[in-house]
Every structure is written in structure tokens, then in C-alpha cells.
């Protein structure tokens, strides 16, 4: 069997958040003309992100990934979009009978819970962990009073959010583990502050093999890079799975490669000028 290495087409599927992106939600002009040139080679660049579609789309616009054939997987692989034509080809979501315990469980636990809408967040209090996730996703919000009462579809995802203590999270996915169960939820971070809850079974993995089914690409022609929980199940997915130099230490076990760079450092950059050009 080759290396990626020795591919010709490669599929690189990136994560946004502590990734391709810095800090302060920028892309680095380095990373911008790495993937502009492994563009241009004919490899193909899939943003893998957490974020729901509305967010996504500034940054593929950005990226220039709007081309035929560009896609984006976001919202953890619950839903995924064709760039170039502005269709959803995939999308699934929680059961809107499961939000209202959700809901009341996490303002039990004093984590703020949010949903979605097919065009921003649905919450029931505007606080400061709202305008946090606003501000740094470049995404509109609505305050409801009951979100159930909006809603007439299944939301893509529930996002539970806490800026000061990760251990109230972990306790809170220890408290739902029940009511995941029965409403056939998994639950994850997306970082120290974000649990998410999606269907069971979808998740980023599941994202990028639907993709490669979808494209027909063997997934032997796939790498990806990712720094948090839920870039795990892609991490094991690709052929040759990278992890940033920023991540937490145990994610460092799920890479074949580690980048020398962190995500303010261009480490995207990094991964396609050793392994794509």
C-alpha cells in the first residue's frame, strides 16, 4: 500500500477552531497560499468544522473554496455542503423532543444551552457566554422564550457552553449520560468550553466517509488536521491523521504526524507543503 506521500490526488480535511484558524479567528496569509497552491495542484481542501453552515461559509469564501467540486462539512458531520452549487447534500439532527430536558437540565447546572435555526442560534437568555459565541463565530443570535416553540424541525445539534470551568461540563455529560441514551445522542467537546450533542454515530468521521462515498475517493487518499475531542472519530478516519502542536496532550496519541507549528503559527501550512506539494 502507498504512503500518502505518494498519492497523486490528495483530500485534506481540516478543523477551523485552534487549526486553521489563530486566536483571534484569523487565517494567516501562509496557510492562505498553501492551500491556494495545493488547490491549483488539484488536491482538495474540505473544511471540517463544528461550526453550523452560516458560520462556515465566510470562512470557505475566504479560503476561495467555492470552486466545483469544494464541499464543507460542518456542525460535526451533521450536516454537509457543496460550496460551489450552495446545496446541502447531507443533513440529519437531535430530536426536538429531547430539547426542552436539555434545556432545563444544563440552566440547572448553570451551563448555558443553545440550539439552531436554519439561519442562527435559538437560546432563552442572553448572557455572556451567548455574545462570547456570537462574537467569535461571526454568527447572529435570537433570544426565545421557549425554543420548542420555535423550532418546527430537528436542530442540527444542542451546544452547551461554559467559559469558566470545564469539570462543570464533564459533570453535566456525566449527569446527561441517561438522557443521551435514550434519545440516542453522543456528546463531546469541541473545546474546553463547548459540549456538543449530536445524533449517535455522527460526528466528523462519519462526515468525511459519507463525503468520500458521495465523491467516490478512496479513503487511502485522506488526511486531515484537527487539535480537540471532536476531531477524533476524523482523526481515525484519514489515512494519515495530523494533530496540532496547540492540542490538548492526550489528543497527541490519535496523530501520525504532531506539527511543529501551533494554529498561530501557520501549522496548516505545515502539514500541506510536507505531505500535498
Not at 226 to 250: F, S
Amino acid at each position: 500500500m502507498r504512503s500518502i506521500a505518494d498519492m497523486e490526488k490528495k483530500i485534506l480535511f481540516i478543523d477551523l477552531d485552534g487549526t486553521l484558524l489563530t486566536d483571534t479567528k484569523e487565517i494567516t496569509q501562509e496557510n492562505l497560499r498553501a492551500i491556494q497552491k495545493a488547490t491549483e495542484l488539484g488536491h482538495a481542501i474540505v473544511v471540517t468544522t463544528g461550526r453550523p453552515l452560516y458560520s462556515t461559509v465566510r470562512q470557505v469564501e475566504k479560503l476561495g473554496l467555492t470552486k466545483p467540486g469544494c464541499y464543507a462539512i460542518t456542525s460535526n458531520g451533521a450536516l454537509i455542503y457543496n460550496s460551489h452549487t450552495k446545496k446541502t447534500i447531507f443533513q440529519t439532527g437531535v430530536p426536538r423532543a429531547c430539547l426542552r430536558e436539555a434545556f432545563d437540565e444544563a440552566v440547572r447546572f448553570g451551563i448555558h444551552p443553545q440550539t439552531y435555526s436554519a439561519t442562527g442560534v435559538l437560546c432563552e437568555k442572553d448572557c455572556p457566554e451567548m455574545q462570547y459565541y456570537a462574537k467569535s463565530n461571526v454568527i447572529n443570535y435570537e433570544v426565545v422564550e421557549d425554543v420548542t416553540k420555535v423550532l418546527d424541525f430537528d436542530p442540527i445539534k444542542i451546544l452547551f457552553v461554559d467559559l469558566k470551568d470545564r469539570s462543570r461540563l464533564e459533570r453535566f455529560r456525566e449527569h446527561m449520560k441517561d438522557f443521551s441514551e435514550r434519545f440516542h445522542l453522543d456528546m463531546f467537546f469541541s473545546c474546553d468550553q463547548y459540549l456538543e450533542f449530536l445524533p449517535e454515530g455522527i460526528n466528523k468521521g462519519s462526515g468525511i466517509r459519507f463525503l468520500c462515498d458521495y465523491l467516490n475517493i478512496p479513503l487511502d487518499n485522506t488526511l486531515a488536521a484537527g487539535d480537540a475531542e471532536n476531531d477524533i472519530t476524523m482523526l481515525q478516519t484519514v489515512k494519515l491523521p495530523c494533530v496540532m502542536k496547540n492540542a490538548r496532550p492526550e489528543m497527541y496519541a490519535y496523530g501520525a504526524y504532531i506539527t511543529e507549528h501551533d494554529n498561530n503559527h501557520s501549522g496548516i501550512a505545515e502539514i500541506i507543503e510536507k505531505f500535498m506539494l
